[in-house]
């Protein structure tokens, strides 16, 4: 057993890291560049709005088991609120039609039989022949696999595909996408139920994980960032944080836990995902009006996701590079158009504020898919985690966290 593990980078991945190992006894330092936590799953105090909000809504489903496994673990499970059901409302903005996809609470994909829970203008057998994404094509983008088209895929499938995969579902990975699928939709309405969290990212995922890590000998060294890895006879003997090194011990491992940019400036030869997309979060100062529900799905619009938080509304759009180009106030008066157009809110903007994650994640290709790499390394004390690394999922939580606890059980093996 390793004597301290350290972790560098204090993003879902790290800390997932790290709480597997406190929770084996082993001593972890965390080492975070910035002054806070969280990474890509953090919350802030936004001046703009004068609220404390989510860089991003994130949105788990019940087949996420082990990031829901890891709140349990930090004793967080309290702070996302589950639906009891997975009915997802949408909107579509083009017809002004609205239903409620209602998946259930069952095992299997019942619900497809019946035309009063599946999307309107699907027949059962539109669904079947979606069902080619779930025999293996290694390598291949979805539009190969299975028809991009049709109304069961742009009601169903592309909305679901988008939000998980963050890059147009047609030319995404169909490996990833029916790893999603798999867990999620064909496993029924039992693995889709929605979870967010109200309170927001950090009270849920960072704020817990950083007292439960205290509380097991964990230690944090924030604004603490890696420039070099001392590397001698094949082992990390040192890290180089520029202002001061930090020596490994020949018990101790390093388990690197940061962007794929910034992990292939510090490891030579390695090769990681290189292409980017953005998703962009609005959120507006209001309390969502009555006829607003938690979570709306919306088609033909700019926003693709609204959600009625007690204080504010909050909009996500995914693979959102198209949106780049135009300025912040351009976009928050794009979304609340839409906003305007499925709820009874006001005509004049609310206090907004913009969040443009420009690499959200990385590009959910085939191409991509292949960049990335193991946990494992050249070097005999050093494992890579993230969301990134070749864990079979596309860039979400549940891969962060099971990233997380490879890297934990890795650095355990002799
Ligand atoms: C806007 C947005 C919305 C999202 N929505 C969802 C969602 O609904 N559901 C979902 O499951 N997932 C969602 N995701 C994806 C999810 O946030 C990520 O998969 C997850 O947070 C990645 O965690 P990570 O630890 O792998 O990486 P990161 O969060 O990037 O963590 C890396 C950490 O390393 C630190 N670091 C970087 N360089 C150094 C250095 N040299 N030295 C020390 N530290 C360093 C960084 O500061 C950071 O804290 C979303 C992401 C975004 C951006």
Redesign the pocket.
């Known amino acids: 057993m390793p004597r301290t593990v350290h972790i560098?980078?204090?993003?879902?991945?790290?800390?997932a890291t790290a709480v597997r190992l406190a929770g084996r006894g082993v001593t972890t330092v965390i080492?975070?560049?910035?002054d806070q936590?969280?990474?890509?799953?953090r919350s802030y105090d936004d001046k703009a709005t004068g609220m404390r909000i989510d860089?991003?809504?994130?949105?788990?489903l019940s087949g996420?088991t082990a990031?829901l496994g890891f709140l349990a673990s930090i004793g967080a499970s309290a702070r996302v609120s589950g639906a009891g059901a997975a009915r997802f409302p949408f909107v579509d903005l083009a017809t002004r039609e609205r239903w409620t996809l209602d998946l259930g609470t069952g095992r299997l994909p019942s619900w497809v039989f019946d035309k009063g829970r599946r999307a309107p203008g699907t027949r059962a057998v539109d669904y079947m022949s979606l069902a080619g994404i779930l025999w293996p094509a290694p390598g291949k983008p979805l539009n190969e696999v299975m028809s991009c088209s049709g109304p069961a895929y742009e009601k169903v499938m592309r909305p679901f595909l988008l939000?998980a995969l963050?890059t147009d579902p047609s030319a995404s990975s169909s490996d990833l996408a029916r790893a999603v699928i798999r867990e999620t939709i064909a496993a029924g309405g039992h693995a889709c139920r929605p979870y967010l969290a109200p309170e927001g990212l950090s009270a849920a995922f960072v704020e817990p994980a950083v007292a439960y890590l205290q509380g097991h000998a964990g230690a944090f060294r924030l604004g603490?960032?890696?420039?070099r890895l001392v590397v001698t006879d094949s082992r990390v003997t040192a890290l180089d944080f520029g202002d001061g090194t930090v020596a490994v011990g020949p018990d101790d491992a390093v388990v690197l836990?940061?962007?794929p940019y910034?992990a292939s400036s510090?490891v030579p030869n390695l090769q990681t995902p290189d292409e980017f997309r953005a998703?962009i979060?609005a959120h507006f100062r209001i309390v969502p009006p009555p006829d607003l529900a938690p979570m709306v799905g919306i088609l033909n619009g700019v926003a693709e996701w609204i959600f009625g938080f007690g204080d504010r509304i909050s909009v996500?759009i995914s693979g959102a590079d198209r949106l780049l180009q135009h300025t912040r106030d351009e976009i928050a008066r794009m979304i609340w158009q839409d906003v305007r157009r499925m709820a009874s809110v006001p005509a004049e903007l609310p206090p907004w504020q913009i969040?443009r994650?420009r690499r959200?994640?990385f590009a959910a290709t085939p191409v991509q898919n292949a960049r990335r790499p193991g946990a494992r390394t050249a070097w005999s004390n050093l494992v890579l985690?993230?969301?990134?690394t070749d864990t079979g999922l596309p860039?979400?939580?549940?891969?962060?966290v099971r990233?997380?606890n490879r890297a934990a059980d890795l650095t355990l093996q002799p």
């Open positions: 560098i980078g204090a993003g879902v991945a790290g800390l080492h975070e560049a910035t936590a969280g990474g890509r799953c860089n991003g809504t994130h949105i788990l996420n990031a939000a963050n603490r960032q890696l420039h836990a940061v962007p910034v510090i998703i979060n996500t969040v994650e959200a994640t985690a993230g969301d990134w860039a979400t939580i549940e891969g962060a990233s997380g």
